[in-house]
């Protein structure tokens, strides 16, 4: 039977449930996609004296232990099932009609050869994430076009073709990142849509969860370079135990197979960016390039507590300006640690940095020249350190003034932006990577012109004076 191609939110599947235990009878059931419940497949059952036809069914949710790997086979195809666990039963009683339900960790839209009871293990994983086409600009649409002698257009040539890709190591997986393409013919017309796509790769069959591991790792670079919230929007798995077989069942395509996992689905139907969030990214990707993202993922564990803080605050449209400040500036203090010293730093006096100090470390490993803000890097680094303080302890009085914070947390994201292309890249220099103009810096300094306001060498917010 062959495989769907693809389920999305709202979609119910019904079909027949099979467990591949013997003796136990097939059941009706129906998987629906939620945007808020994520997977969920229903069973109706009979929970009744003298009714034994559904006796394990009933034990499943008594006992809150349905089987480990189900398959859902209907009129459109196999759905493989992993991990299934209990979400619930009811059953009306003294009539017995029972609905139970099991959440699956992992959904392939196909069957799965071998071991029916194995966990899920495959060689392969490709994601669609936000802002990987619009950076990389790895398309998979060419066209050409024929005109006549007057320059009227007779004849558009479309090409369709993985025409760009680049790999790079990550431990022992192999990264790709490349074009593809989705058909979606109809009577009287062709839909051709292209991504990009980031594909891991390992020799031996790893869970979905070592997979994601590495894809994060990419997204949350993403989440940087664009300074805007990034999440999946599909994934699909690669293995010779999905595959599609003749009527004599011999394989003649392992392709891709669609998967929905609990870990990420509900990103699924978060809202896209905003229009022109991605236009803008602060590195290029000729910049970074393989080796850049290589690098990257070296430092990944080592720089944890420095990417999850900002990475969260990026991934929060619409936070509030204090939590925005608190976590760039939890981030920029487990950057200052692992930068150390740096040039014109002046040594606390106990020997221990201040939390200044680490503000001061990141500015200057910025490589940035941040003098349109402040009169000194010091001074800067005071007020983002009081502004962060400030909100932090509730002994400081009151919250600071939020125009000075607004403009604290749009200078703090900016740096902890800049300080992981500075981690990935770190030969690299400031120009090199982000360029001569920055966008993000250019509307910071209309802002503080806006307001009348720099930053002192105290560390104080004071009027700007006009020459």
């Given at each position: 039977?062959?495989?769907?191609?693809?389920?999305?939110?709202?979609?119910?599947?019904?079909?027949i449930?099979?467990?591949?235990?013997?003796g136990?009878?097939?059941?009706?059931a129906?998987?629906?996609l939620?945007?808020?419940?994520?997977i969920?497949?229903?069973i109706?059952y009979?929970?009744?004296?003298g009714v034994?036809?559904?006796d394990?069914?009933?034990?499943w949710?008594?006992?809150?232990?349905?089987?480990g790997?189900?398959?859902l086979?209907s009129?459109?195809g196999?759905v493989?099932?992993?991990?299934?666990?209990?979400?619930?039963?009811?059953?009306?009683?003294?009539?017995g009609?029972?609905?139970?339900k099991?959440m699956?960790s992992?959904?392939?839209?196909?069957?799965?050869?071998?071991?029916?009871?194995?966990?899920?293990?495959?060689?392969?994983?490709?994601?669609?994430i936000?802002?990987?086409?619009?950076?990389?600009?790895?398309?998979?649409?060419?066209?050409?076009?024929?005109?006549?002698?007057?320059?009227?257009?007779?004849?558009?040539?479309?090409?369709?073709?993985?025409?760009s890709?680049i790999?790079?190591r990550?431990?022992s997986?192999v990264?790709?990142?490349?074009?593809?393409?989705?058909?979606?013919?109809?009577?009287?017309?062709?839909?051709?849509?292209?991504?990009?796509?980031?594909?891991?790769?390992?020799e031996?069959?790893q869970?979905?969860?070592?997979?994601?591991?590495?894809?994060?790792?990419?997204?949350?670079?993403?989440?940087?370079?664009?300074?805007?919230?990034?999440?999946?929007?599909?994934h699909?798995?690669?293995?010779?135990?999905?595959n599609?077989?003749?009527?004599?069942?011999?394989?003649?395509e392992v392709?891709?197979?669609?998967?929905?996992?609990?870990?990420?689905?509900?990103?699924?139907a978060k809202?896209?960016?905003?229009?022109?969030?991605?236009?803008?990214?602060i590195?290029?990707?000729?910049?970074l390039?393989s080796?850049?993202?290589?690098?990257?993922?070296?430092k990944?564990?080592?720089?944890?507590?420095?990417?999850h803080?900002?990475?969260?605050a990026?991934?929060?449209?619409?936070?509030?300006?204090e939590?925005?400040?608190?976590?760039a500036?939890?981030s920029?203090?487990?950057?200052?640690?692992?930068i150390?010293?740096?040039?014109?730093?002046?040594?606390?006096?106990?020997?221990?940095?201040i939390?200044?100090?680490?503000?001061?470390?990141?500015?200057?490993?910025?490589?940035?020249?941040w003098?349109?803000?402040?009169d000194?890097?010091?001074?800067?680094?005071?007020?983002?350190?009081n502004?962060y303080n400030?909100?932090?302890h509730f002994?400081?009085?009151?919250f600071?003034?939020?125009?000075?914070?607004y403009?604290?947390?749009?200078i703090?994201?900016?740096?902890?932006?800049?300080?992981?292309?500075r981690?990935?890249?770190p030969?690299?220099s400031s120009?090199?990577l982000?360029g001569?103009?920055?966008?993000?810096?250019?509307r910071?300094?209309?802002?503080?012109?806006?307001?009348?306001?720099?930053v002192?060498?105290?560390?104080d917010f004071?009027?700007?004076?006009v020459?």
């Open positions: 039977m062959t495989a769907r191609r693809s389920v999305n939110f709202g979609d119910l599947i019904t079909g449930l099979i467990d591949e235990i013997d136990t009878p097939y059941l009706a129906t998987l629906r939620d945007e808020n419940a994520g969920r497949v229903e109706p009979i929970d009744s004296p034994r036809q559904f394990a069914t009933v034990q949710f008594q006992s809150e232990q349905p089987p790997n189900l398959l086979t009129l459109d196999d493989s099932l992993f991990d299934c666990r209990y979400a619930g039963h009811t059953v009306n009683y003294p009539r009609i029972g609905l139970g099991v699956p992992n959904v392939v839209l196909g069957r799965r050869d071998g071991d029916f009871h194995e966990p899920l293990k495959v060689k392969e994983l490709r994601s669609q936000d802002g990987l086409i619009e950076w990389t600009g790895f398309g998979a649409i060419e066209r050409t076009h024929g005109t006549d002698d007057t320059g009227v257009v007779k004849k558009v040539t479309i090409e369709v073709a993985a025409l890709e790999s790079w990550q431990g997986a990264m790709r990142l490349g074009g593809n393409w989705n058909l979606d013919p109809a009577p009287n017309r062709i839909t051709v849509s292209e991504n990009t796509s980031l594909i891991s790769s390992f031996d069959p869970t979905i969860e070592v997979h994601l591991a590495e894809h994060r790792k990419v997204a949350a670079l993403l989440s940087f370079i664009f300074g805007c919230a990034i999440f999946f929007r599909r699909d798995v690669r293995d010779s135990r999905f599609r077989k003749t009527l004599n069942r011999k394989v003649v392709p891709f197979f669609q998967l929905i996992s609990r870990d990420t689905v509900k990103e699924h809202p896209r960016p905003v229009q022109g969030s991605l236009a803008r990214p590195c290029e990707f000729g910049a390039s080796k850049g993202l290589e690098e990257w993922a070296r990944y564990d080592d720089w944890s507590r420095f990417i803080p900002a990475v969260s990026l991934n929060r449209p619409g936070a509030i300006l939590n925005l400040v608190v976590n500036a939890m920029m203090e487990a950057a200052g640690g692992l150390g010293p740096v040039v014109g730093e002046v040594a606390a006096p106990n020997g221990k940095p939390t200044a100090t680490y503000m001061f470390r990141c500015l200057v490993e910025s490589g940035w020249d003098s349109d803000l402040c000194s890097t010091v001074g800067l680094a005071r007020a983002i350190a502004n400030t909100i932090k002994d400081r009085g009151h600071p003034d939020p125009t000075e914070t403009l604290i947390s749009s703090a994201s900016l740096v902890v932006r800049m300080l992981a292309i981690a990935a890249c030969e690299e120009i090199e982000f001569a103009r920055v966008h993000e810096f250019e910071l300094k209309s802002e503080f012109s806006a307001n009348g306001l720099i002192d060498g105290a560390g004071v009027t700007r004076t020459l």
